[in-house]
């Protein structure tokens, strides 16, 4: 291994057990690192301490101390022990200060030095974000696999009451016992008491949160400007989280419960409680519940210089509601910057977000960022009982809470409010000439034509990387998720032109409202699920074009979510497959749950002219992390489609169009389809065919190639990993 990848391998170890001090053995090979005494915590300097977990055959990392370090007096002010918060402005520009330090050294050695000096004097979780984001970013390290945080910090994603056990384990395995998964029942945070809870398997499934934790990662909203600054991002910013609720909304629609509500009355009792039930492993605060009808109040915490009130966040909602409806904003210099039907989309999620991109901070604030820290805080706004804040306060959490989807449908109201003002588009424009989209078919296995067929499954998380103080030993945590049966689609496709290439663009929405009538389209517009984009070759006549349900460009493969860390592999040609990919749907939620009776929905097909979609300059496609562009884009590339994100659903109709049927141009199609939903339970390395039963997924690996619900079961337990 060269010496930039051996140090590339440190710089990982260091995120490994992110509360244990720098000198206890780092990593599955229990690496040793020999910091400069200087970096050390004051009580260990000059203590023999630090030498007595080194023996002969753990590998040695000695590094020696620069001539001086970069000033991180800011960042060195949260303590060890606090959350951080990226929503929070004093934590984002403590963060911004690590990972403006980070990507400036000038060589990985000094990389990992300063970094192993931040590893033992900083906040893990503040580390742990800006050293993910350096190594994303930066060109020497960009080829590694981060690890999902979910590794290192398992208690921002598992049942608290577990993680005691979880130490137990350890300590069992250890000493040569056989290893019992700890089962995370599906229902532990509420009962159907509380009919939001019906949607609980979605909100605090474990892929989708890592998926937005990764999305925050790869689109940081404050930094060093070659960070930040992507092509399309304030666009990403609202296509994203505008998915995030099509689907959540498709759930509720499939669980009898009505599309989430925009949260607008900021000066009402908020309904929904939440009662995440996670406990800290750091011995931070835990996280806080919000009770039933808590009202939002003014923040004040001077500890965390935040001090706003809610007449701010109203005054900048008023401003921004002007600004699209009058179709400009006014920038910093005072100039007026139209919100034209190309970049406005971009210019308003920057805006809004807010990121560090933004036109005007003064005038339109930083009112989704904020409102993330109104409603965190509301349970203790001006600090007196010391509460840290709740889940609402962290990308790897915000999904859990029924609140977070009503405050991104306030926030995704107001980019809906701007793309009303734009024309809609001709059929002229939506066609593609000669193009004629004339079938949809849909299978799956044990399934009737054109019906999707979703179960539960239960999956293995280690958390050897995460459990902190205790005997390095597998101890997995068993989590039980929504699934689906693998699918195909067929899609038939007449072209009278020469042969050209197109773009197929699949969506799935539900078809039915709540009422039991059917959806008008401009209504159902705004629930379309992108499932699926790709390009073809499309000859002269018929054409027959299929598609299998993993190759999905929303997705990341279920191995991602759901890997054994023993079999991340260590060569630097196996990272590149692991690498940057991690943003990315899961793919085992990719189909809404439907019902038992069968949901009934409808999937959608337009083919376009790839010509009119290519983006030129699209610079070194890395081919590894193309998997989920959809929703994550092409690193170090710009957005791989020239058309607007959501199209051709993110304009009013044209008028007449009234059914998604008035709506479709020869070039598109759609097909009723049902969604089965079975109540079976697969065991780990086992999937569900309907009418053949529970099955092991190796068997299944034969008939489909690359067959989704494959995934590596925990190897036997070792005492050391
Ligand atoms: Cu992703 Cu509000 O932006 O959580």
């Known amino acids: 291994m060269s010496a930039e990848a051996e140090d590339t391998k440190y710089l990982l170890a260091l995120l490994d057990r992110p509360n244990e001090p720098i000198f206890l053995p780092k990593g599955d090979d229990g690496i040793i690192f020999g910091v400069p005494e200087d970096y050390l915590e004051d009580r260990f300097k000059g203590s023999e301490v630090t030498n007595r977990f080194s023996s002969s055959t753990s590998p040695q990392v000695a590094l020696k101390k620069l001539p001086s370090l970069p000033d991180l007096d800011l960042p060195l002010k949260l303590s060890k022990r606090d959350l951080f918060s990226l929503f929070i402005p004093l934590h984002r520009r403590m963060a911004g200060r690590v990972v403006e330090v980070f990507m400036g050294m000038r060589n990985i050695k000094d990389f990992l030095t300063v970094a192993s000096f931040c590893r033992e004097n900083m906040n893990p979780q503040l580390f742990n974000y800006a050293l993910s984001v350096a190594l994303l970013h930066r060109p020497d390290t960009k080829d590694v696999e981060v690890p999902p945080l ?6 921002k994603f598992i049942d608290g009451s577990l993680l005691p056990r979880a130490r137990e384990e350890a300590e069992f395995v250890s000493r040569g016992l056989e290893t019992t998964p700890l089962e995370i029942p599906l229902d532990y945070t509420g009962t159907d008491l509380e009919p939001e809870h019906r949607v609980a398997y979605f909100r605090e499934d474990l892929g989708i949160n890592l998926h937005h934790w990764h999305w925050h990662l790869v689109y940081p909203f404050a930094g060093p400007t070659n960070v930040i600054n992507k092509d399309r991002r304030g666009e990403l910013f609202y296509y994203m989280h505008e998915q995030l609720l099509a689907r959540y909304n498709a759930e509720r629609l499939s669980n009898r419960l009505e599309r989430t509500k925009r949260f607008l009355e900021w000066r ?55 600004a699209v409806q009058t179709g400009r904003v006014i920038d910093n210099a005072g100039q007026l ?51 840290t804040f709740s889940v609402m306060g962290d990308s790897a959490t915000a999904m859990r809470d029924p609140i977070f989807y009503r405050w991104h449908a306030f926030i995704d109201d107001i980019f809906q409010d701007h793309k009303n003002t734009l024309s809609p588009y001709t059929a002229a424009q939506l066609d ?18 054109n019906t999707f067929g979703t179960y539960w499954q239960k999956n293995d998380v280690n958390l050897v990387r995460g459990i902190d103080f205790s005997p390095r030993s597998n101890v997995f945590a068993r989590f039980t998720h929504l699934q689906h049966v693998p699918f195909e689609y067929k899609i038939t496709v007449n072209n009278s032109g020469q042969a050209r290439q197109g773009t197929v663009r699949i969506f799935i929405a539900p078809e039915i409202d709540e009422r039991g009538q059917p959806f008008l389209y401009d209504d ?86 790839f010509q009119d979609d290519r983006v030129q300059d699209q610079g070194t496609v890395d081919t590894q992390c193309r998997k989920a562009i959809s929703y994550c884009g092409v690193r170090d590339s710009r957005y791989p489609d020239r058309k607007a994100m959501g199209y051709p659903f993110d304009r009013v109709p044209r008028a007449g169009a009234d059914t998604l049927q008035e709506f479709l141009t020869p070039n598109m199609n759609s097909q009723r389809v049902t969604i089965r939903f079975h109540d079976v339970i697969a065991p780990p390395g086992n999937v569900f065919i309907p009418g053949k039963g529970i099955q092991s997924s190796r068997d299944q690996q034969g008939s489909s190639k690359k067959g989704q619900g494959q995934q590596q079961r925990p190897k036997k337990p070792s005492g050391r990993n």
């Not at 009770?291 to 935040?306: K, M, S, V």
């Not at 560090?356 to 904020?370: A, E, F």
């Not at 749907?585 to 009776?597: A, T, V």
């Open 150 to 155: 979910s590794d290192f910090f398992p208690d």
């Open 268 to 322: 009402e009792p908020i309904p929904e409680g939440y009662f995440p039930k996670l406990d800290s492993l750091s011995g931070s605060r835990t996280w806080a519940a919000r009770a039933t009808n808590t009202i939002l109040r003014d923040i004040n915490r001077p500890g965390e210089q935040l001090s706003f009130e809610i007449q701010d966040l109203e005054r900048w909602r008023n401003r921004l509601y002007e």
């Open 337 to 387: 910057v139209q919100l034209n039907d190309t970049e406005g989309i971009d210019i308003l999620g920057n805006l809004i977000e807010a990121s560090d991109l933004t036109r005007n901070r003064n005038l339109y604030g930083d009112i989704h960022n904020l409102g993330h820290v109104a409603i965190s805080l509301s349970h203790d706004p001006d600090h007196r009982h010391l509460e």
């Open 432 to 449: 593609f000439n000669g193009v004629r989209v004339s079938r949809i078919q849909l299978t799956s296995p044990g399934l009737a034509e």
């Open 524 to 609: 159902q517009r705004k629930l379309m699920i992108e499932l699926d984009k790709f390009t073809v070759n499309l000859q002269p006549n018929q054409n027959t074009i299929t598609r299998r349900s993993n190759e999905s460009s929303v997705t990341i493969p279920f191995e991602r979510t759901f890997r054994d860390l023993n079999s991340v592999p260590s060569s630097q040609s196996g990272i590149a497959e692991f690498n940057y990919c991690g943003c990315g749907w899961p793919q085992h939620m990719l189909i809404p749950k439907g019902s038992p009776e069968g949901f009934r929905a409808v999937l959608f097909v337009m083919i376009t002219n």
